[in-house]
């Protein structure tokens, strides 16, 4: 009996300890990030105003970078155990003071960038409006600094930040958010460059190829895409059909329908997708789906056609390029890299931040 006594007991205090537990670890993190925040904003407010300083030195005493040299050695001979007033981090603390010349914590996105990600920003995005956008898909998606440098390298702003290079219907046949995220989604052109394919290969040859990478076919795709299958069937009227790729979209809570054109975009793709979409929306989507989108993937579009094509159309679509990489010599499919090769792969990132 008195087994029987104390088990409830210590079941009910292991619950609670547990609950305990998770509240003062959620407090411990959420402290944490606190603290590196206002750390960060202070690190921030604190370079920004050196800048400032060389940049009214300068001015006024026309010194030119030779003071970045002598500044640079004496602070290191007062501070040795401080790392950060290297020449190239004071020049740093100079461009981001002229860029910011107003810059007040709180007051602009970059003051919840960390300082590595603002000096990328700075040396490698070419417009305020291009600064602007990368710093805030860099907040909301959690890049760190090599994947926004990847980022940049690969003109993702380009390819997904700017609505005039994509086609698409969706802000007249999807409601908002939706319209605005699956705009917001696509990218033009996509790059395939993990695929290496002859001049002469087939739509079925790319497809199996995405297949066969389908981890960076995903990542190229973007956040949010859930594979669903390839050569999809679909029985319509006892006859079959099959999608080149199907996936579902988790934020669209949508399916995603994609072909794959080799070639030129022609306006009957456009017909072909949208009967496509009508039979998901019938023999797939649940009645908590949202409408299946449809991508059309081509070689090369003419924006015009694609306009046209699209304009009075009833199903959600979008038309976009893709690129694949040139298919490497057979002499050299085989060779191993240099040194000099593999070195300038790693200091990618480096060489696009001194731009």
């Known amino acids: 009996m008195a087994k029987q006594l104390i088990k409830p007991a210590s079941l009910r205090i292991d619950a609670s300890y547990k609950e305990l537990l998770h509240e003062v670890k959620t407090k411990i993190r959420s402290a944490q990030l606190q603290a590196a925040f206002a750390v960060n904003q202070v690190l921030l407010k604190f370079y920004w105003e050196i800048g400032s300083l060389i940049i009214e030195k300068q001015q006024k005493a026309k010194w030119g970078d030779k003071l970045l040299d002598t500044l640079a050695e004496d602070l290191k001979n007062s501070f040795p155990d401080t790392d950060g007033f290297s020449k190239p981090n004071l020049k740093n603390m100079r461009l981001f003071a002229e860029n910011y010349p107003e810059f007040e914590i709180g007051q602009t996105v970059s003051s919840q960038l960390p300082w590595s990600h603002n000096?990328?920003?700075?040396?490698?995005a070419k417009t305020n409006e291009e600064r602007t956008w990368y710093a805030k898909e860099t907040i909301e998606n959690g890049w760190s600094y090599r994947q926004l440098v990847s980022n940049i390298r690969e003109n993702l702003y380009q390819r997904q930040g700017s609505p005039k290079i994509k086609t698409t219907n969706f802000t007249h046949l999807l409601p908002e958010p939706q319209s605005l995220l699956a705009e917001e989604m696509l990218k033009d052109p996509y790059k395939f460059h993990f695929l290496?394919?002859?001049?002469?290969?087939?739509?079925?040859?790319?497809?199996?190829?995405?297949?066969?990478h389908i981890t960076q076919f995903m990542l190229e795709l973007g956040q949010g895409f859930a594979f669903v299958g390839n050569?999809?069937?679909?029985?319509i009227d006892k006859r079959e059909f099959r999608l080149d790729l199907l996936f579902y979209h988790l934020k669209?809570?949508?399916y995603f329908v994609i072909e794959i054109k080799r070639g030129e975009f022609k306006p009957e793709h456009t017909g072909k997708l949208n009967f496509y979409l009508s039979a998901v929306d019938d023999l797939l989507k649940l009645p908590q789906d949202n409408p299946t989108i449809g991508l059309l993937l081509c070689e090369k579009k003419n924006k015009v056609f694609a306009e046209y094509a699209l304009r009075d159309l009833k199903k959600p679509m979008g038309i976009s390029e893709y690129q694949l990489a040139k298919a490497l010599p057979k002499k050299?499919?085989?060779?191993?890299?240099?040194?000099e090769e593999i070195e300038a792969e790693l200091n990618m990132d480096i060489d696009l931040l001194k731009k």
Request: aromatic share 2%; glycine share 6%; hydrophobic share 45%.
């Open 252 to 254: 669209l809570r949508s």
């Open 231 to 235: 050569q999809f069937p679909l029985i």
């Open 119 to 124: 000096i990328a920003l700075l040396r490698a």
């Open 196 to 212: 290496t394919v002859g001049k002469d290969a087939h739509e079925q040859e790319i497809e199996r190829g995405l297949i066969a």
């Open 332 to 339: 050299l499919q085989t060779s191993l890299p240099t040194i």
